[in-house]
T-cell receptor, first 114, second 113 residues
Framework: AQSVTQPDIHITVSEGASLELRCNYS??????LFWYVQSPGQGLQLLLK??????LVQGIKGFEAEFKRSQSSFNLRKPSVHWSDAAEYFC????????????FGGGTRLMVKP | EAQVTQNPRYLITVTGKKLTVTCSQN?????MSWYRQDPGLGLRQIYY???????DKGDVPEGYKVSRKEKRNFPLILESPSPNQTSLYFC????????????FGSGTQLSVL
């Protein structure tokens, strides 16, 4: 069965500092990998996704993520955080070749200090 | 405007009283899905639908029903709600499946007393 672990429940960074949110997954084959962001009171919005090819993927709002197969990781990064980035971030894994089950991690809540 | 619309936004009910949460999308999407969100557990998939009259169970289908009689609508039905179904519920849709970008509704906060 597929699973996703986000080890950090809360993270606080200063505005302008760099950010890395961790995501580890368990999946028996090549997965689809996603990062979604949830602002307070809102639904989720897709930041970026990885299917195949280049292991460094670029997303919206200046975010990027790197797929590392050997570490079963898909960490999200941003070089300089803005106050508007404060939100909850979810990593998700889905099957590559069939099915339509999407499994989410527990989420990481990001707070940004002025 | 392309959107997924859920209603109601907030709902308080009592144990055993049947309820329906509606979901509608205006993007002609094939795929629709329901999730529940609980603190520390992220989102868990309840049911999904690949097309009209085609539905499948997700990770946590017990206590829920769905139907897909029309492409745009995918209601979530709780025949006999219980307190452990108190949660935040999201409907989502995409063009063809989870590999496509999912569009989420704004959520329904359900409390079962």
């Amino acid at each position: 069965a597929q699973s996703v672990t986000q080890p950090d429940i809360h993270i606080t960074v200063s505005e302008g500092a760099s950010l890395e949110l961790r995501c580890n997954y368990s999946y028996g084959a090549t997965p689809y990998l996603f990062w979604y962001v949830q602002s307070p009171g809102q639904g989720l919005q897709l930041l970026l996704k990885y299917f195949s090819g280049d292991t460094l993927v670029q997303g919206i709002k200046g975010f990027e993520a790197e797929f590392k197969r050997s570490q079963s990781s898909f960490n999200l990064r941003k070089p300089s955080v803005h106050w508007s980035d404060a939100a909850e971030y979810f990593c998700a894994v889905g099957p590559h070749n069939a099915g339509n089950m999407l499994t989410f991690g527990g989420g990481t809540r990001l707070m940004v200090k002025p | 405007e392309a959107q997924v619309t859920q209603n109601p936004r907030y709902l308080i009910t009592v144990t055993g009283k049947k309820l329906t949460v509606t979901c509608s999308q205006n993007m002609n999407h094939e795929y629709m899905s329901w999730y529940r969100q609980d603190p520390g557990l992220g989102l868990r998939q309840i049911y999904y639908s690949m097309n009209v009259e085609v539905t499948d169970k997700g990770d946590v289908p017990e206590g829920y029903k769905v139907s897909r009689k029309e492409k745009r609508n995918f209601p979530l039905i709780l025949e006999s709600p219980s307190p452990n179904q108190t949660s935040l519920y999201f409907c989502a849709s995409s063009l063809q499946g989870v590999g496509e970008k999912l569009f989420f509704g704004s959520g329904t906060q359900l409390s079962v007393l």
